[in-house]
């Protein structure tokens, strides 16, 4: 009986070493098994493909064994995956946003804000600069912006799958204490190295963008809402440099260096249990210790400040006699941090447990 493997991905991902994947998951071979996976075409048996490997490679592989490993890995059936609303974006829907053309009129935009942000001071950058007439518009305002913005920000990841024919699909899950929105895109394993930098990128890409573009409005005309898109989007870009998380930079080091298993290779590194690991493991596992004090440097001179200004708006308001709008915005940003310090207490005690 003939095998078929010929819905499955092969991708070269550096010397020796393969991707074979079937949307969903993924797995690295040397490439001998990759010309297994080859020869597995529909049109020979088993015994064929193992005859026509050794032909070409000199090598015998025991091509039957090979097979029931995939079967383990659930690498022999095609997954079965409901379709999401993402799927109706076709490749060349996208495909422009990440086009030269488009290329050229980022580093353009990215000109025009740098020349903006030179011959005008008022347009550069800053938490101090933030102006909105009351605390309640301004709290609701940049909630609803920050998620807003961080949706813009996971839509360009989804694009960029979609333009490389991969499937996306969002959610909320945590990095550290903070609640995120993140894009699953496993079968971006299935496209070129180098074509993953676009899938990786273009969440940074949209923020980028929208600096650019909040920068020449800024040039033009005081715009409270740009000035609060330009800040937001900045932390969000700043963010990704936190890459002791597995956040956009992590992805794009881990392709770079050819780690597929950074993060897990660090953390068995510094536990002692990676000898003989790999320079850039060393490098990240040093990192992700450092992280931790840069996502408390992040938290400390964003979050924290931009909460004690709206408080201070906040109390200002009740003392010149106002009531209802800055009890509001105190109430919706003790309900923000409340959740913050929960997802930060179960997780906590979460590891607790895990470390008992």
């Known amino acids: 009986m003939n095998t078929d493997l010929s819905f499955l991905t ?10 074979i994947g079937n949307g969903e998951t993924f797995v690295h071979v040397p490439a001998v098994a990759a010309a297994v996976v080859s020869a597995l ?65 980022l580093v353009l935009l990215t000109g025009c804000a740098v020349a903006a942000a030179v011959a005008e001071p008022r347009v550069r950058p800053g938490v101090s600069s933030l102006v909105w007439p009351g605390s309640l518009s301004f709290t609701l305002a940049f909630a609803a912006g920050s998620w807003a913005l961080v949706l813009l920000h996971e839509l ?25 929105v993140q894009t699953r895109i ?11 930098y676009r899938a990786h990128l273009a969440g940074m890409r949209v923020d980028w963008v929208l600096i650019c573009g909040s920068a020449c409005v800024l040039y033009v ?51 002692g249990r990676g000898g ?26 964003y979050t924290v400040p931009i909460t004690v200004a709206v408080v201070r708006r906040a109390m200002g308001e009740l003392a010149s006699g106002a009531l209802w709008e800055p009890v509001a915005a105190l109430v919706v940003i003790a309900a923000g941090w409340v959740l913050y310090l ?15």
């Open 186 to 196: 496993t079968g971006v394993w299935g496209v070129p190295r180098r074509a993953r």
């Open 10 to 19: 092969v991708v070269a991902d550096g010397p020796d070493d393969y991707v």
């Open 276 to 301: 003989g690991a790999r320079r850039s493991v060393r490098v990240y596992a040093w990192f992700v210790v450092v992280g931790r004090v840069l996502g408390l440097a992040f938290f400390a001179l």
């Open 221 to 271: 005309t005081e715009s409270a809402p740009a000035r609060l898109v330009m800040v937001i989007c900045l932390a969000q870009v700043v963010w990704q440099f936190l890459f002791f998380m597995r956040t956009d930079v992590y992805y794009v080091f881990a392709n770079a260096t050819g780690n597929k298993n950074l993060m897990a290779d660090a953390q068995a590194y510094l536990r």
């Open 41 to 105: 075409d529909g049109t020979r048996t088993v015994a064929q493909a193992r005859e026509r490997v050794r032909a070409e490679r000199g090598v015998d592989v025991d091509v039957a064994a090979f097979v029931g490993g995939l079967a383990d890995a659930g690498l022999m059936r095609r997954p079965e995956r409901r379709p999401n609303v993402w799927d109706r974006i076709r490749p060349r829907q996208v495909a422009w946003f990440f086009s030269r053309p488009a290329d050229v009129v």
């Open 156 to 180: 360009g990841h989804v694009a960029a799958a979609r333009s490389l024919g991969v499937r996306a699909e969002l959610s909320l899950g945590t990095r550290l204490q903070f609640l995120v």
């Open 342 to 356: 929960v997802i930060l207490v179960r997780r906590f005690l979460g590891w607790m447990r895990n470390s008992s």
